[in-house]
């Protein structure tokens, strides 16, 4: 039986460390963890899958005894296609339960490579090809669905490519093309019938993080980095068998994959799986407290997105008791957001931080002790979590004091191995093997950690991580163009989402309008599209001459929020927003407001 913690703070995190961690656990992959928790009851289900929101009580449910003969099917097969431990297969899938069968037995035969299917076709190319992919799972045409079209588009444009599967459909094999179903049910799945030996040190998964046209980013993390996040995210959220956790974030996310997925997996838990959608799908959010209900769900990870979206759904008598906390991260989420939500369930919010170079997370609220509502909480067992000071070049100099900000850096077996591409390496160590994330933060004097800017330019939209050059690249194109540059601006419901400042070449006469036109037509990823174009006289530069993109983002800060309280019409006469850096809080917007006479 595992041992459940009282996590309280800090001082419990380094009591936990008193035990080595590889004498905490005998697993050392992927595929041990799993079948770990499925010794446990083979008969207890593992999965149930909810088509949508309002066929929630008629689940398609697999057992644990089902789910590790799936997973070693595919890893039968996967071995037989010619994977082998340096080869990697693609997927592009909803969230199925087939999705965690490819997932897992990919990873025991090689490496898995999961890729967002709402990208664009040249996106979702150019990622396989930096990954090597061999073998590519596709969802078959569904409503809706645009997966099965860009594979088509692009099968041949991928020199390693040789074989590609189909989930929910049949071979063709006039095209190449392998049936799933009908392909894995010629492997056994009692047993792998190839010979391998898992090393701990192994590359599991390359997740794709970010990175420009032609040169994804893509993270190279091993079994050890995910088995040991498994465990962690057991340790500080009390999973156990009798825990039922909702999957509403994608399988092609990390905190999908792990903390709804390899961490209940471990221990015999319950994941109910909303959908193919996940939070996405509208019946599931109508349904959401009933489905917590019929399940007695006792926790789920959400982005604030889908917090902000849950409140306007009442709980209308449902019986949510079993609900213990949300795990909330990948955005900021707002104080008033954090209460009302609350407020409205009666249930605890964990508020984290992490990323997938870290495995999936670094720090958390502790459940059982102090949660200070605006932070990411403490570090996680045995990972090392700290503030430095830099210099320009990035080179450590220093320690931060308590409070004062710094960069975040992390390090521990969590931590990755560096991206498949060289060339992303560049200035991401610090002080020898910690990873620098890019994020500015403090820690208090309690241990405590809070984010209060990003070094890294990344835009946040709904959990989304956006590179800005994503954006920035489809616009130089324009011959009128000069400089562009793109940031987040505040939005009450994705927490960020882009925009772009652009600085004309003299004369030209392009509009906003045909700037945002082009963008549409350009830019892989629709998430990506900015909002707004703001045209303006020179885009403010360091005095190297770097785009200097504070100055923007407190800009845009600025614009939102005169413009909403400027909508309020009648009841204010005078709008006032200053946005700068402030030594503690990082960014801070102050508002100086003059209401309308007789108010």
Request: hydrophobic share 40%; charged share 20%; glycine share 10%.
């Amino acid at each position: 039986m595992e041992t459940e913690f009282v996590i309280q703070g800090p001082k419990s995190v380094e009591e936990i460390e008193k035990v080595p961690y590889l004498e905490r656990f005998p697993e050392r992959n992927t595929l041990q963890a799993i079948e770990a928790g499925a010794a446990i009851d083979p008969n207890a289900v593992a999965i149930s899958f909810l088509m949508n929101g309002d066929s929630y009580e008629t689940p398609i449910q697999v057992t644990y005894g089902q789910l590790i003969h799936r997973i070693r099917q595919c890893a039968n097969m996967f071995a037989d296609l010619g994977i082998g431990p340096n080869d990697v297969v693609t997927y592009l899938l909803p969230n199925l339960p087939q999705t965690h069968f490819v997932l897992w037995g990919a990873e025991a035969a090689g490496i898995v490579n999961p890729i967002n299917p709402l990208l664009e076709a040249g996106t979702i190319r150019d990622i396989c090809r930096a990954a090597g992919t061999k073998v590519l799972v596709a969802l078959t045409q569904f409503p809706g669905s645009q997966i099965w079209e860009k594979v088509m588009a692009i099968k041949n444009e991928i020199p390693t490519l040789t074989h590609v599967i189909r989930v929910m459909g049949p071979s063709d094999p006039a095209e190449n093309i392998l049936g799933f179903d009908e392909t894995i049910e010629k492997y056994p799945g009692d047993r792998l019938t190839f010979s391998r030996t898992i090393h701990p040190d192994d590359i599991s998964s390359l997740y794709h993080t970010g990175g420009t046209t032609g040169t994804p980013k893509l993270a190279r993390r091993t079994h050890f980095n995910e088995v040991i996040m498994g465990w962690d995210i057991r340790a500080m959220g009390g999973l156990n068998r009798s825990s039922s956790l909702l999957c509403g974030l994608p399988l092609f996310h990390v905190n999908g994959t792990t903390v709804t997925g390899l961490a209940p997996f471990s221990v015999g838990a319950h994941v109910v799986i909303l959908s193919p959608s996940g939070y996405r799908e509208p019946t599931i959010i109508k349904n959401f407290y009933k489905i917590v209900e019929k399940y007695r769900a006792t926790n789920f990870s959400a982005v604030p997105t889908a917090l902000s979206t849950l409140l306007d759904v009442p709980v209308a008598g449902a019986d949510i008791s079993s609900l213990q906390y949300a795990i909330c991260g990948a955005a900021p989420l707002s104080v008033e957001l954090f209460r009302r939500f609350e407020a409205h369930t009666g249930m605890k919010i964990l508020e984290g931080y992490g990323l997938t170079e870290g495995a999936c997370a670094s720090s958390i609220n502790p459940k059982d002790g102090e949660r200070k509502i605006g932070s990411i909480g403490i570090r996680m067992p045995y990972q090392g979590m700290r503030v430095v000071i830099l210099d320009e070049a990035g080179n450590y100099i220093r320690d931060a004091k308590p409070n004062e900000i710094g960069v975040v850096a992390i390090h521990g077996p969590n931590v990755f191995k560096g991206y498949v591409e060289d060339a992303h390496n560049k200035g991401i160590w610090v002080d020898g093997d910690w990873f620098n994330t890019g994020d500015l933060g403090r820690m208090d004097e309690d241990g405590y950690f809070w984010l209060t800017g990003r070094k890294k330019e990344l835009i946040i939209r709904g959990g989304h991580n956006i590179d800005p050059a994503a954006i920035e690249e489809p616009i130089y194109r324009l011959p009128q163009v000069k400089v562009v540059a793109s940031v987040g601006k505040p939005d009450p419901h994705a927490g960020e989402v882009p925009v772009a400042y652009v600085e004309l070449v003299e004369g030209a006469g392009l509009t906003e309008e045909a700037i945002l036109e082009h963008a549409k037509q350009t830019i892989g990823e629709r998430a990506a599209v900015p909002k707004e174009i703001i045209v303006v006289d020179k885009i403010p530069l360091t005095p190297v001459g770097k785009i200097f993109k504070p100055a923007l983002r407190w800009n845009a800060i600025r614009r939102t929020y005169s413009q909403e309280l400027t909508a309020l019409g009648g009841f204010v006469q005078k709008v006032e927003v200053q946005v700068g850096e402030d030594k503690v809080h990082g960014t801070l917007a102050t508002f100086h407001i003059t209401p309308a006479e007789g108010i």
